[in-house]
């Protein structure tokens, strides 16, 4: 079940919300947990159980690194937990990957298994892995109650796509949370928000960005074109799918953190990615940066750290070697930044710096969208007019024009500017803000019934 379909939002939602609101505090992970399943498993029937499965096994773990016991017992259980939980991980996510990584380098036929992608099991299960790494440090305690543990791991609004939250993050919400009518409405805000980013904006860019991707030969700034408008598509589908988990997350009592700060905004790269899927890049500095060493070694070896970190996140996004060169690709800018450029970067005007940026981000997301090698080298040359019949042509401009207002649109969105006056006018005239968000959900509903072009971008990861 995605967010943005309509069974969801005005069936499901409602129903698993009035349940929550109205159920005992007792009873309301129990619910919760109910819900959540019957969420995950309208999709995936058959992947549930391999969800459940995570659940009991990270449960039962974390309560026995909670027994106090001799130091190799809680090692020997805590690299056990890691080991399986990252040979699921592989096997579902990569089992494929490896086998036509070696008939290709080998020559070998080993027959691919082609498993179905399980949704969100590289979120539940990073999930997983925080809580019994946080339980071994003794920086939490292990829940007892399997229930409201299972809540955690399974909690709908961020299970198949995130955010990554940490159980340290929300273990007091867990069972002292309030939930009210004034929430619902705050959370509700935010959902309304997010589907029509991802509705409104995300689905129209894709389909300029796939008529541009079909275009048998494409002129330079066709191809810039395409480029900007996926790094649109991909924000606005992804920071929409947060901003609806936040929301959702609100409206049940819970408060996640931000996942996404106006990242197109950055001066760096480094600031990029604070800014850009921010618990997914606070997992990896917590679970693997830092146990390396991180920035607290020789710069030789502080480049290793960073490279190694930055593959695995590559490989995280997904089973192709595009994704391994997109990670490296970013490692490579953040060790130019760190050790060569930084300086003469920060000596740029803001403005500057931002293009500068922007323009490195948006080559990054061609090398990220392009999963053959060959149709991303021609996509790369494009750019820099390699291949392309001209500098611009007539389709550039027929796409630009029929575009140009949800592209202006989608350029404002990328600031704080519009969310920061619709604040402002909540507090002067609520009724007109509710009346905009009432419009832009006929608006998101009116879409959804007439289109079937609604992907969730991150759901293959």
Known sequence: MVFSSLH??????????????????????AALLAFSIYFYAWGEPVYAALMLFSV???????????????????????????????????????????????????????????????????????????????????KVKPRRSFVDFAAYITMFPQLVAGPIVKYADIEAQLTRRKTSLAQCGQGLERVILGLSKKVLLANNLGLLVDSIGAMPSRSMLSAWLGAFAYALQIYFDFSGYSDMAIGMGRMLGFTF????????????????????????????????????????????????????????????????????????????????EKYVTGKALSRLPKRAARAVTLLLVTVGWVIFSHTGFSAMGAYLGNLVGIGCGSFADGAFLYALKSNLVLLILSVLCCGPSLRKWQLKQTGRQ????????????????????RNTYNPFLYFRF
């Open 8 to 29: 969801f939002l005005y069936i499901f939602l409602p129903l698993a919300m009035l349940i929550h609101l109205i159920a005992p505090a007792r009873f309301k992970n």
């Open 56 to 138: 009991a096994y990270n449960y039962l773990t974390g309560l026995q690194l909670g027994v106090r016991a001799k130091p190799y017992a809680r090692k020997a259980a805590m690299a056990g937990a890691v080991a399986v939980n990252l040979a699921v991980l592989g096997f579902f996510k990569y089992a494929g990957f490896l086998v036509d990584t070696l008939n290709g380098l080998l020559g070998l036929r080993l027959a691919n298994p082609n498993l179905p992608l399980p949704i969100g099991i590289s979120f539940y299960t990073f999930q997983a892995l925080s809580y019994v790494i946080d339980v071994y440090r003794g």
């Open 257 to 336: 953190a931000e996942n996404f700060d106006y990242p197109y905004l950055a001066s760096s790269v480094t600031e990029f990615w604070r800014r850009w899927h921010i618990s997914l890049s606070e997992w990896f500095r917590d679970y693997v940066y830092i146990p390396l060493g991180g920035n607290r070694v020789r710069p030789a070896r502080h480049v290793l750290n960073l490279l190694a970190v930055w593959m695995l996140t590559g490989l995280w996004h997904g089973a192709s070697w595009n994704f391994v060169l997109w990670g490296l690709y970013y490692g490579a800018l953040l060790i130019l």
């Open 430 to 449: 609520p009724a007109l803000v509710i009346l905009a968000f009432a419009a832009l959900l006929v608006a998101c509903t009116a879409f959804l019934v």
